[in-house]
């Protein structure tokens, strides 16, 4: 079965470095999306990608954060200058008219 | 605003047992999907059952069965014959369906189920 892979699945950082996540999606899904989960909280939606760009964001995701798909195959997010509250689960979907597919997280800590 | 509500934060229920766990949604939208999503101690989401909201049958996955009520905004998920790998934490999940484009999933807070052997 198709899978939507993450890496790395454990980052840790220093306060105020820049970090990239990683996502490769499932190859004929269209619609690619971030969310994030804070330990022991629901799961937020930061941002979708369609057609090359963000199709919608929410207010977690600001200047702080970007989203690119560099070669056509890697979805990436990226957190600039990261602040000990970014520390969290995030995980990478993607997802065609059946649903959406979730890959197993990256866990960001920062420190 | 969209919202997803899951009024039990913790449930158990005995191996072998069924057990039900309870989701309420608010949308002023005609057209939408609804998911039960399934998180173990992995942390790993992994889709239990999906809904579409113009289907008046409900979605039923080997064990695992919805009772959609469209009218009263719930969305409730039945495991029947609990087993221990069964332990999780279990979201509902709703997005709206925009003609055809996918928009995004608002989740609930949760409910971790604890099945005792």
């Known amino acids: 079965e198709p899978e939507v892979t993450q890496t790395p699945s454990h980052q840790v950082t220093q306060m105020g470095q820049e970090v990239i996540l990683r996502c490769v999606p499932i190859?004929?899904?269209?619609?690619f999306y971030w969310y994030r989960q804070i330990l022991g909280q629901k799961v937020e939606f930061l941002v979708s990608f369609y057609n090359n760009e963000i199709s919608e964001k929410s207010e977690i995701f600001d200047d702080q954060f970007s989203v690119e798909r560099p070669d056509g195959s890697n979805f990436t997010l990226k957190i600039r200058s990261t602040k000990l509250e970014d520390s969290a689960m995030y995980f990478c979907?993607?997802?065609?008219?059946?649903?959406?597919?979730f890959g197993s997280g990256t866990r960001l800590t920062v420190v | 605003a969209q919202t997803v509500t899951q009024s039990q934060p913790e449930m158990s229920v005995q191996e072998a047992e069924t057990v039900t766990l309870s989701c309420t949604y608010d949308?002023?939208?005609?057209?939408?999907?609804l998911f039960w999503y399934k998180q173990p101690p992995s942390r790993q989401m992994i889709l239990v059952i999906r809904q579409e909201a113009y289907k008046q049958q409900n979605a039923t996955e080997n064990r695992f069965s919805v009772n959609f009520q469209k009218a009263a905004k719930s969305f409730s998920l039945k495991i029947s014959d609990s087993q221990l790998g069964d332990t999780a934490m279990y979201f509902c999940a709703f997005t709206p369906n925009y003609g055809g484009s996918q928009g995004n999933l608002i989740f609930g807070k949760g409910t971790k189920l604890s099945v005792k052997p």
């Open positions: 949308t002023s939208e005609n057209n939408y999907y």
């Open positions: 979907a993607s997802g065609n008219s059946y649903g959406y597919t």
């Open positions: 190859s004929n899904h269209l619609y």
